[in-house]
């Protein structure tokens, strides 16, 4: 009997401490993967991923504790220029058949200012992982009157290095810049 209460006393005294974590998921219509990189050191050149799913967890009203998990098909990938597109799905860049996604998993986040944070993770790419930082903007949470369903927003964003990922090695930098940025926009649906 002495077991059973420690045993209960000790349950009960760890899931005091546990914060339920909630469950988001992005609403497609209303997300985006973007990336720009420089062409020929004149001009900027974007594009967007136009198959991917993220999710965030969070136990905490102000999203301080989220993390966040994204996931996209490199096959999607959309500059409106099919010839450029099929360029860069082959083994010249993204090597879509040996390398299908790509996936950011956050680690941790730290403030930076209001609703704003710096959000660290790891990225995979092209077949290599690297740790990365971008930035996170929390644009608020809303009930949509549509459906009734409470949506956040955030947007990341920040630089990464193809070399740090061995895309596109035979394209020097002043043909292609090294750096590309990258713009995730995301409405979360709980």
């Given at each position: 009997?002495?077991?059973?209460?420690?045993?209960?006393?000790?349950?009960i005294g760890l899931t005091a401490?546990?914060?339920?974590?909630?469950?988001?998921?992005?609403?497609?219509?209303?997300?985006?993967?973007?990336?720009?990189?420089?062409?020929?050191?004149i001009s900027d050149i974007s594009g967007t991923f136009d198959d991917f799913e993220a999710t965030l967890r969070s136990g905490k009203a102000d999203f301080?504790?989220?993390?966040?998990?994204?996931?996209?098909?490199?096959?999607?990938?959309?500059?409106?220029v099919e010839q450029r597109d099929h360029h860069l799905r082959?083994?010249?860049?993204?090597?879509?058949?040996?390398?299908?996604?790509l996936v950011f998993k956050?680690?941790?986040?730290?403030?930076?200012?209001?609703?704003?944070?710096?959000?660290?993770g790891n990225l995979t790419l092209h077949g290599v992982t690297k740790p990365v930082t971008l930035e996170l903007a929390y644009g608020g949470t809303v009930l949509n009157p549509?459906?009734?369903?409470?949506?956040?927003?955030?947007t990341a964003s920040g630089i990464i290095?193809?070399?740090?990922?061995?895309?596109?090695?035979?394209?020097?930098?002043?043909?292609l810049s090294d750096d590309i940025r990258i713009?995730?926009?995301g409405e979360f649906i709980k």
């Amino acid at each position: 009997m002495k077991k059973l209460i420690l045993i209960s006393v000790a349950f009960i005294g760890l899931t005091a401490f546990t914060q339920v974590q909630e469950l988001y998921k992005t609403d497609a219509p209303h997300s985006q993967l973007h990336f720009t990189i420089n062409h020929l050191g004149i001009s900027d050149i974007s594009g967007t991923f136009d198959d991917f799913e993220a999710t965030l967890r969070s136990g905490k009203a102000d999203f301080s504790d989220a993390r966040f998990e994204l996931t996209a098909k490199t096959i999607s990938v959309d500059t409106r220029v099919e010839q450029r597109d099929h360029h860069l799905r082959s083994a010249d860049f993204l090597d879509t058949e040996t390398y299908p996604t790509l996936v950011f998993k956050s680690a941790q986040l730290k403030p930076n200012g209001k609703n704003k944070f710096k959000i660290s993770g790891n990225l995979t790419l092209h077949g290599v992982t690297k740790p990365v930082t971008l930035e996170l903007a929390y644009g608020g949470t809303v009930l949509n009157p549509a459906n009734q369903n409470q949506v956040a927003g955030f947007t990341a964003s920040g630089i990464i290095r193809r070399s740090d990922f061995g895309i596109g090695p035979k394209f020097p930098a002043p043909l292609l810049s090294d750096d590309i940025r990258i713009v995730a926009n995301g409405e979360f649906i709980k």
